[in-house]
């Protein structure tokens, strides 16, 4: 009986599996600090876009589609789709090794598919974006979640900002897991990251998602808290970028509050550019906080569609 | 002639089964008098008042309410409990909630009598001015806080870029933008909307209408609601309760101006010599800034250039926020009345008063505003 069940649940993978993608490669990426790589769903001759997360979250949240699945749901509507998966480099890399490194994955994405890319940023990842924005090969933006000025932090962020950094990677989930008061941990993680929306949080999918990140990027995210921007340097390059670009964010995002997402639409060089944030009151069925925005069965439905057509 | 007809039926239907219906809706007043005083343009104004709860210990300052655009008195109370004015008044606070014209209890205009014929500036050079000089002569007070909602906070903006600050304590807002950008498209539809319609008419009825739709709110969870408010945190009876009562008649002469001022991207008088954001830079007495994370009709963002503008070394920006330990993310209209108000913003508000009642003493006595006032 055991046997069987073991069987049947190859099987089933098996199924599930061949229910993906026919073709994803993975690609590794050698940096100064170790590897990072890049899944790539082929979609030969057809537009190609690199979807690039935060540092601290999985990039598997744009593979499965149980949880959205961006990259698979981009590859269904016909995009040459390339996902950065930072691997371990946030654990010992600070912002400019992380920003080369995104730009030798893009270098590489440009010959590869030789011909102009979009590019997908997620929260930090974002941040990074702008770094190596300079690249000849980008021809379009989606920012999604992205803060441009970091003022007016909420309190758990601001209080995190003045925090000692401790010398081991931290996920945010370990960061915030001791902050609040007794009995709020959870609801702060849920109002930081997911929403109030339908969808109850999950802690253990939660969990899952949040990746440890290293001292040295921590303490350049704290100080960027502090002084409320990514420095003069980041901002010239926002000012200069004039490719086309659209900006999202959900309305309950507590993280990059929309405050801060709209800061970074305003100092956009891009003479075409769009910004547009989810919420109830706009049409959409559910709030969308920081990570809602790009995970679940609402995303899937209310997001990813407005995803794929700024790509077009 | 014939659609003519027909909206005018449909609008005579609408109007009578309002009528029907209003007495189950229709609540007992919360105020325990009105008083009324006219201003120098001769337009009648009311001021509800709410006396100091007489176990309450005594205050410093009375406290003036002002309401925002298309809304009246009642927009700040739900019911007894979920009331700014009541719940302050409890606590020693003397109230004062003022209906500006054309809406509440204050003069409206008619088709035999006065017009219509104003805009926001009458609100700030008329309306506020005159309900502050009467607030203070009948209290004897040498300074009144000030509690603005929505429009209700622009105006004390532009009063104090108007004629500076000397009879005002302090200053609190709530989801009132001096800037309107960033925002959905049914905003910018009724800027781009607002200057045609509003030179033909001079004002927008709703009143008449309203309480034939109230008891339909919240019926069917639509968009619309959702962007007025968070409706995890305004219950069906709220929210009938503010449609019914809450909800005014909107002049087109204000409208006007402000589409006019915010598709041009500057809060400023109508004639434009008085750029109301810049003169808040001589600001000196205690301001804070709420805000709803969750409003979508008023930004954060369209509220942080007051902020950062004023002059004032006391200000705080509040932000309602789950995030912030607050129940909900609050919208515009449950900043007001909303099921966790009373918790998460009244006491925010006193605190705030309480902190800023004493006597007043400018903090920077080299400044223009040197004014000491010793009860």
Not at chain 1, 194 to 211: A, C, I, K, Y
């Amino acid at each position: 009986m055991k046997r069987l069940a073991l069987a049947f649940s190859y099987l089933l993978f098996f199924v599930w599996a061949c229910a993906g993608p026919t073709q994803v490669m993975r690609t590794r990426i050698e940096t100064a600090d170790g590897a990072m790589y890049l899944r790539h769903y082929r979609n030969a001759e057809n537009p190609a876009v690199v979807i690039i997360g935060s540092p601290g979250i999985s990039s598997q949240i744009f593979d499965v589609p149980a949880y959205g699945g961006l990259a698979t749901f981009l590859y269904a509507d016909g995009f040459d789709v390339w996902v950065v998966d930072w691997g371990n480099l946030p654990r010992v890399a600070n912002r400019k090794r992380l920003s080369e490194a995104l730009g030798a994955a893009i270098r590489y994405v440009g010959e590869k598919s030789n011909r102009r890319l979009c590019v997908i940023a997620h929260s930090l990842g974002g941040v990074l974006a702008i770094d190596v924005s300079a690249r000849p090969e980008i021809e379009r933006y989606v920012f999604i979640a992205v803060p441009g000025r970091l003022a007016y932090p909420l309190d758990p962020i601001a209080a995190w900002a003045n925090q000692p950094v401790a010398m081991e990677p931290r996920s945010l989930r370990e960061l915030l897991g001791t902050e609040g008061r007794p009995g709020t941990r959870g609801r702060l993680l849920d109002a930081l990251l997911w929403s109030g929306g339908v969808e109850p949080l999950r802690p253990d999918v939660l969990e899952t998602f949040l990746l440890p990140v290293g001292p040295a990027l921590l303490q350049e995210l704290q100080e960027a808290i502090r002084i409320g921007g990514w420095g003069s340097a980041w901002e010239a390059r926002l000012a200069a970028l004039n490719a086309p670009a659209t900006v999202l964010v959900g309305q309950a995002d507590a993280l990059a509050p929309p405050w801060q997402t709209y800061s970074l639409y305003q100092r956009l060089g891009s003479v075409q550019k769009r910004y547009q944030y989810f919420s109830r009151g706009m049409g959409e069925n559910r709030e969308y906080g920081h990570l809602s925005i790009l995970v679940g069965e609402g995303a899937r439905r209310e997001v990813y569609p407005v995803i794929a057509e700024a790509l077009q | 002639m014939r659609p003519l007809s027909q909206i005018v039926t449909v609008a005579l239907a609408l109007h009578l089964a309002g009528c029907l219906w209003s007495p189950l809706l229709s609540r007992p007043p919360l105020q325990d008098e009105t008083v009324y005083v006219t201003t120098a343009d001769e337009w009648r104004i009311a001021l509800h008042h709410y006396h100091p709860g007489p176990a309450a210990p005594p205050r410093g300052h009375p406290v003036i309410l002002c309401h925002g655009i298309s809304a009246n008195h009642r927009m700040w109370s739900s019911d007894e409990e979920h009331s700014v004015p009541r719940f302050l008044a409890r606590r020693g606070w003397d109230v004062w909630n003022l209906d500006l014209r054309g809406v509440g209890a204050s003069e409206r205009p008619s088709l035999w009598g006065k017009r219509a014929d104003y805009g926001f500036d009458h609100y700030v050079t008329q309306d506020a001015r005159t309900a502050i000089a009467e607030v203070l002569r009948r209290t004897g007070a040498p300074r009144a806080h000030w509690i603005g909602h929505s429009m209700g906070g622009m105006i004390i903006y532009a009063y104090i870029a108007t004629y500076g600050d000397r009879e005002l304590r302090s200053v609190t807002t709530l989801g009132s933008p001096v800037v309107m950008d960033g925002l959905s498209g049914i905003v910018r539809w009724a800027q781009q909307f607002a200057p045609a319609v509003t030179e033909y008419i001079v004002s927008i009825p709703e009143r008449p209408f309203l309480p034939a739709i109230a008891p339909a709110i919240g019926v069917f969870e639509t968009s619309i609601e959702a962007f007025f408010w968070n409706p995890d945190n305004y219950p069906r009876p709220f929210a009938q309760n503010v449609v019914y009562a809450g909800i005014d008649d909107m002049a087109a002469g204000v409208l006007r101006q402000l589409a006019v001022l915010f598709v041009g991207g500057r809060f400023t008088s109508a004639d434009g010599q008085i750029d109301y954001l810049e003169g808040l830079r001589q600001m000196r007495v205690p301001l804070l800034v709420g805000a709803g994370m969750g409003d979508n009709l008023v930004q954060v963002s369209n509220t942080l250039p007051a902020f950062e503008k004023a002059g004032t070394p006391s200000k705080r920006l509040r932000i309602f926020a789950r995030a912030n330990g607050d129940a909900v993310d609050y919208g515009h209209v449950d900043l007001l009345g909303g099921l966790h108000a009373p918790a998460d913003v009244y006491p925010e508000l006193e605190r705030w008063l309480t902190r800023h009642d004493g006597p007043y003493i400018p903090e920077n006595p080299s400044g223009p505003m040197t004014h000491t006032d010793v009860p």
